[in-house]
């Protein structure tokens, strides 16, 4: 059997001593440089028991059943109080619920950092406990959510919720659709990019011996 390993960094937490009611977050970890590359504080009052991210914007976190749960914003570093009354799976602004005491799909919008749950469909309990992809999911691509209904028919709903700008960049990583903020650098091996004021890129070689040549 060959094990590969994962080409992109992959969650991490830190369990380490932190401040009361803070739990951090390493969502940016390089497994070929074993360097954390963002360390991101939460609100939670626990270890959670789950996390996910979305976007590159998004961490949800959970300390279980009974909750609490919410929803860090990795561009204005806010957390959103979320509910925690069943499965939950987060997508690009929003968290789509199942809340089987009332046999409803709920989603929460969080895109503005403010919670607002509206109810999405009638969902009863099923055998199944935690019945996220089994009897509804969230496309994480195009941000659509599918369920299936008592009558087995699949129903795609359509949030309305705009798609999110990716975090700036931190570190010496940047991902598709990040931005570098106005006098921030990302730096290499060989290149250091920097967003002047102006709004140019300017990129310049790494001599070992201060500011290297411009090369665009």
Not at 40 to 55: G, I, K, N, R
Not at 60 to 77: E, K, M, N, R
Not at 93 to 122: I, P
Not at 135 to 144: E, V
Request: net charge negative; proline share 10%; charged share 15%.
């Amino acid at each position: 059997m060959t094990v590969e390993a994962h080409p992109h960094p992959l969650p991490r937490i830190r369990r380490g001593r932190q401040p009361e009611g803070v739990f951090v977050v390493r969502p940016d970890f390089d497994l070929t440089t074993r360097r954390t590359v963002q360390t991101v504080p939460t609100d939670a009052p626990c270890v959670p028991s789950e996390l996910q991210a979305a976007a590159q914007h998004w961490v949800y976190w959970s300390c279980g059943p009974s909750g609490p749960a919410g929803v860090h914003d990795l561009a204005t570093g806010k957390d959103v109080p979320v509910p925690a009354s069943g499965p939950a799976q987060l997508g690009d602004g929003f968290v789509v619920e199942h809340d089987t005491a009332t046999g409803k799909l709920t989603l929460t919008d969080v895109h503005t950092d403010t919670a607002t749950t509206t109810d999405l469909a009638d969902l009863p309990a099923g055998p199944v406990t935690d019945d996220r992809r089994v009897t509804w999911t969230i496309d994480k691509y195009q941000g659509t959510i599918a369920y299936l209904d008592s009558g087995k028919n699949v129903h795609l709903v359509d949030p309305h919720i705009p798609a999110s700008t990716p975090a700036p960049a931190a570190g010496a990583f940047i991902y598709p659709g990040q931005q570098l903020p106005s006098g921030h650098s990302l730096s290499g091996a060989v290149m250091t990019l920097t967003m002047q004021t102006d709004g140019n890129l300017v990129a310049r070689l790494n001599t070992g011996k201060g500011a290297g040549q411009v090369v665009w």
